[in-house]
């Protein structure tokens, strides 16, 4: 089986545009096995954490759950095709952890296996470089009975896991990525409790991200060994743009606190050598750090990794906690991600997140392309490596035309937005290899169900018919041409 690595293949251009991208770039969509997939007691899958959560009466709106979801797992043929047919150089898409390895322990399931097996021949078949997500938020529920990431031994198992699904499938996926959005199942899980598990102890979140950057490295080793020397390795992080509402000191005393748990938390360990001593002291109150991190843990989470993937919707604005009026609780609470009275900020929950402007998507995130350029040319400049917008997209309100299609001009103007904003970091000198909308398909927005649409391609959720909305079209003839017009 021959792979192609997506941050080298070639793609048409059939017209000189205006904004042109790199040659190689990688013109992707991504999507998540929960929120895609269905088939969730099929050929020995168990229930993850989502599973659980979305069947816990008022977690989810409308009762929503993933157990259908777009049917994906009976229809990814189809879904190729579609794909090809707009043009997409790549796909990235995440392995649903209690599909291949049900309890989170012991040998996988083949049945599982070859499910992701047949859907990367397909992408194959079509000229589709296949990037691989071993973990997108669905924990086996099993695990999180025995402790979940709160517990050291999950970071363990992660790393058995990925050891599996590198040795079944590393022949035909030429990326892997660790984890997406470690700071959603940290601190969304386990602190403000909207996303799965649903649990609200600041505690649990911190010792669940320590665990899981853990797991992220132990992972890395795991995947070396089991690799091509050809296969590249990455993860996925929603790092903040963190604005000060004001220059004032306290606003920029705010703004390092939440950069400390949203992005260094992260970055520190990953690539800086461990733990800065501000974050440790803003939450010394609630984790002992020194308990918490053993001998080694720093060593074994900074592995080398090849490229890193940013996720990015809008840029995130604070201040101290001065009485300032509020644009909307929900910011204030949790910085877009959710309403509930717990916080996802340990450590800061006093500070104060205020919109960036009034120019929104359905989710009430503000659209701000310059953060996209911003945190692309931080990267690049903080830690050398090989770029990939691993998800970047938006909600808006689509309705389906008395002639059946879908037009969404709002998402077209977004986009061409932020594909320029990549533009300019890559003129700025920032190394980004590729571009992955969010989403391929309309699907199971978490815990706001089916009533938010993110997709490129239409689901009606009653019949499963997928309709490319106008943007798809857009989104391929930029991809033909190579660029923006």
């Given at each position: 089986m021959t792979m192609t690595d997506p941050t080298?293949?070639?793609?048409?251009?059939?017209?000189?545009?205006?904004?042109?991208?790199?040659?190689?770039?990688?013109?992707?969509?991504?999507?998540?096995?929960?929120?895609?997939?269905?088939?969730?007691?099929?050929?020995?899958?168990?229930?993850?954490?989502?599973?659980?959560?979305?069947?816990?009466?008022?977690?989810?709106?409308?009762?929503?759950?993933?157990?259908?979801?777009?049917?994906?797992?009976?229809?990814?043929?189809?879904?190729?095709?579609?794909?090809?047919?707009?043009?997409?150089?790549?796909?990235?898409?995440?392995?649903?952890?209690?599909?291949?390895?049900?309890?989170?322990?012991?040998?996988?399931?083949?049945?599982?296996?070859?499910?992701?097996?047949?859907?990367?021949?397909?992408?194959?078949?079509?000229?589709?470089?296949?990037?691989?997500?071993?973990?997108?938020?669905?924990?086996?529920?099993?695990?999180?009975?025995?402790?979940?990431?709160?517990?050291?031994?999950?970071?363990?198992?992660?790393?058995?896991?990925?050891?599996?699904?590198?040795?079944?499938?590393?022949?035909?996926?030429?990326?892997?990525?660790?984890?997406?959005?470690?700071?959603?199942?940290?601190?969304?899980?386990?602190?403000?409790?909207?996303?799965?598990?649903?649990?609200?102890?600041?505690?649990?979140?911190?010792?669940?991200?320590?665990?899981?950057?853990?797991?992220?490295?132990?992972?890395?080793?795991?995947?070396?060994?089991?690799?091509?020397?050809?296969?590249?390795?990455?993860?996925?992080?929603?790092?903040?743009?963190?604005?000060p509402l004001t220059d004032a000191p306290e606003d920029r005393e705010a703004a390092r606190r939440i950069e400390a748990v949203g992005n260094r938390v992260w970055t520190g360990p990953m690539f800086k050598g461990g733990y800065d001593e501000d974050l440790k002291a803003d939450t010394a109150h609630i984790v002992d750090w020194d308990e918490l991190v053993r001998p080694g843990d720093e060593a074994e989470i900074g592995r080398p990794i090849d490229l890193l993937g940013l996720n990015y919707y809008n840029p995130t604005v604070v201040s101290a906690p001065n009485g300032a009026v509020v644009e909307t609780a929900e910011a204030a609470r949790n910085d877009g991600h959710g309403d509930s009275e717990f916080s996802c900020w340990p450590g800061s929950e006093d500070v104060v997140f205020h919109l960036a402007n009034d120019d929104v998507t359905a989710m009430g995130w503000p659209i701000d392309a310059s953060g996209l350029s911003d945190s692309l040319v931080g990267m690049h400049n903080d830690f050398g490596l090989p770029l990939l917008v691993t998800e970047n997209g938006a909600a808006f309100e689509d309705v389906v035309g008395p002639d059946g299609e879908v037009d969404d001009p709002e998402r077209v103007r977004y986009v061409e937005l932020h594909l320029q904003a990549v533009a300019d970091a890559i003129a700025a000198g920032a190394d980004v290899r590729g571009y992955y909308l969010w989403s391929f398909l309309d699907n199971f927005e978490w815990a706001y169900g089916y009533s938010k649409r993110f997709g490129i391609v239409h689901v009606d959720y009653d019949t499963q018919k997928r309709t490319p909305k106008s943007s798809a079209r857009w989104y391929a003839e930029v991809i033909r041409r190579g660029g923006l017009a």
């Amino acid at each position: 089986m021959t792979m192609t690595d997506p941050t080298t293949a070639a793609h048409a251009s059939v017209a000189a545009p205006r904004v042109a991208f790199p040659p190689g770039f990688a013109w992707g969509a991504a999507t998540a096995a929960y929120q895609i997939e269905g088939a969730a007691a099929e050929d020995g899958r168990t229930p993850s954490i989502w599973d659980a959560f979305a069947k816990t009466p008022g977690k989810v709106l409308n009762g929503d759950t993933g157990d259908v979801a777009v049917d994906h797992y009976h229809r990814f043929r189809e879904d190729v095709r579609l794909m090809a047919d707009l043009g997409l150089t790549s796909y990235r898409f995440s392995l649903s952890w209690p599909r291949i390895q049900p309890t989170g322990r012991g040998p996988a399931v083949e049945r599982g296996l070859d499910f992701y097996r047949a859907l990367v021949d397909t992408l194959l078949e079509h000229g589709i470089s296949p990037v691989a997500t071993l973990y997108h938020w669905d924990l086996p529920q099993d695990l999180e009975e025995a402790g979940g990431w709160p517990v050291r031994e999950t970071a363990y198992r992660f790393a058995e896991y990925a050891a599996l699904a590198g040795a079944a499938l590393g022949d035909r996926i030429p990326v892997w990525t660790t984890l997406n959005e470690p700071w959603c199942s940290a601190f969304l899980g386990y602190g403000s409790g909207v996303h799965a598990p649903g649990r609200t102890n600041p505690a649990d979140a911190l010792k669940a991200a320590h665990h899981l950057n853990l797991g992220h490295g132990l992972a890395v080793g795991a995947l070396r060994e089991v690799l091509p020397a050809s296969a590249k390795i990455a993860v996925s992080l929603n790092l903040h743009l963190v604005r000060p509402l004001t220059d004032a000191p306290e606003d920029r005393e705010a703004a390092r606190r939440i950069e400390a748990v949203g992005n260094r938390v992260w970055t520190g360990p990953m690539f800086k050598g461990g733990y800065d001593e501000d974050l440790k002291a803003d939450t010394a109150h609630i984790v002992d750090w020194d308990e918490l991190v053993r001998p080694g843990d720093e060593a074994e989470i900074g592995r080398p990794i090849d490229l890193l993937g940013l996720n990015y919707y809008n840029p995130t604005v604070v201040s101290a906690p001065n009485g300032a009026v509020v644009e909307t609780a929900e910011a204030a609470r949790n910085d877009g991600h959710g309403d509930s009275e717990f916080s996802c900020w340990p450590g800061s929950e006093d500070v104060v997140f205020h919109l960036a402007n009034d120019d929104v998507t359905a989710m009430g995130w503000p659209i701000d392309a310059s953060g996209l350029s911003d945190s692309l040319v931080g990267m690049h400049n903080d830690f050398g490596l090989p770029l990939l917008v691993t998800e970047n997209g938006a909600a808006f309100e689509d309705v389906v035309g008395p002639d059946g299609e879908v037009d969404d001009p709002e998402r077209v103007r977004y986009v061409e937005l932020h594909l320029q904003a990549v533009a300019d970091a890559i003129a700025a000198g920032a190394d980004v290899r590729g571009y992955y909308l969010w989403s391929f398909l309309d699907n199971f927005e978490w815990a706001y169900g089916y009533s938010k649409r993110f997709g490129i391609v239409h689901v009606d959720y009653d019949t499963q018919k997928r309709t490319p909305k106008s943007s798809a079209r857009w989104y391929a003839e930029v991809i033909r041409r190579g660029g923006l017009a």
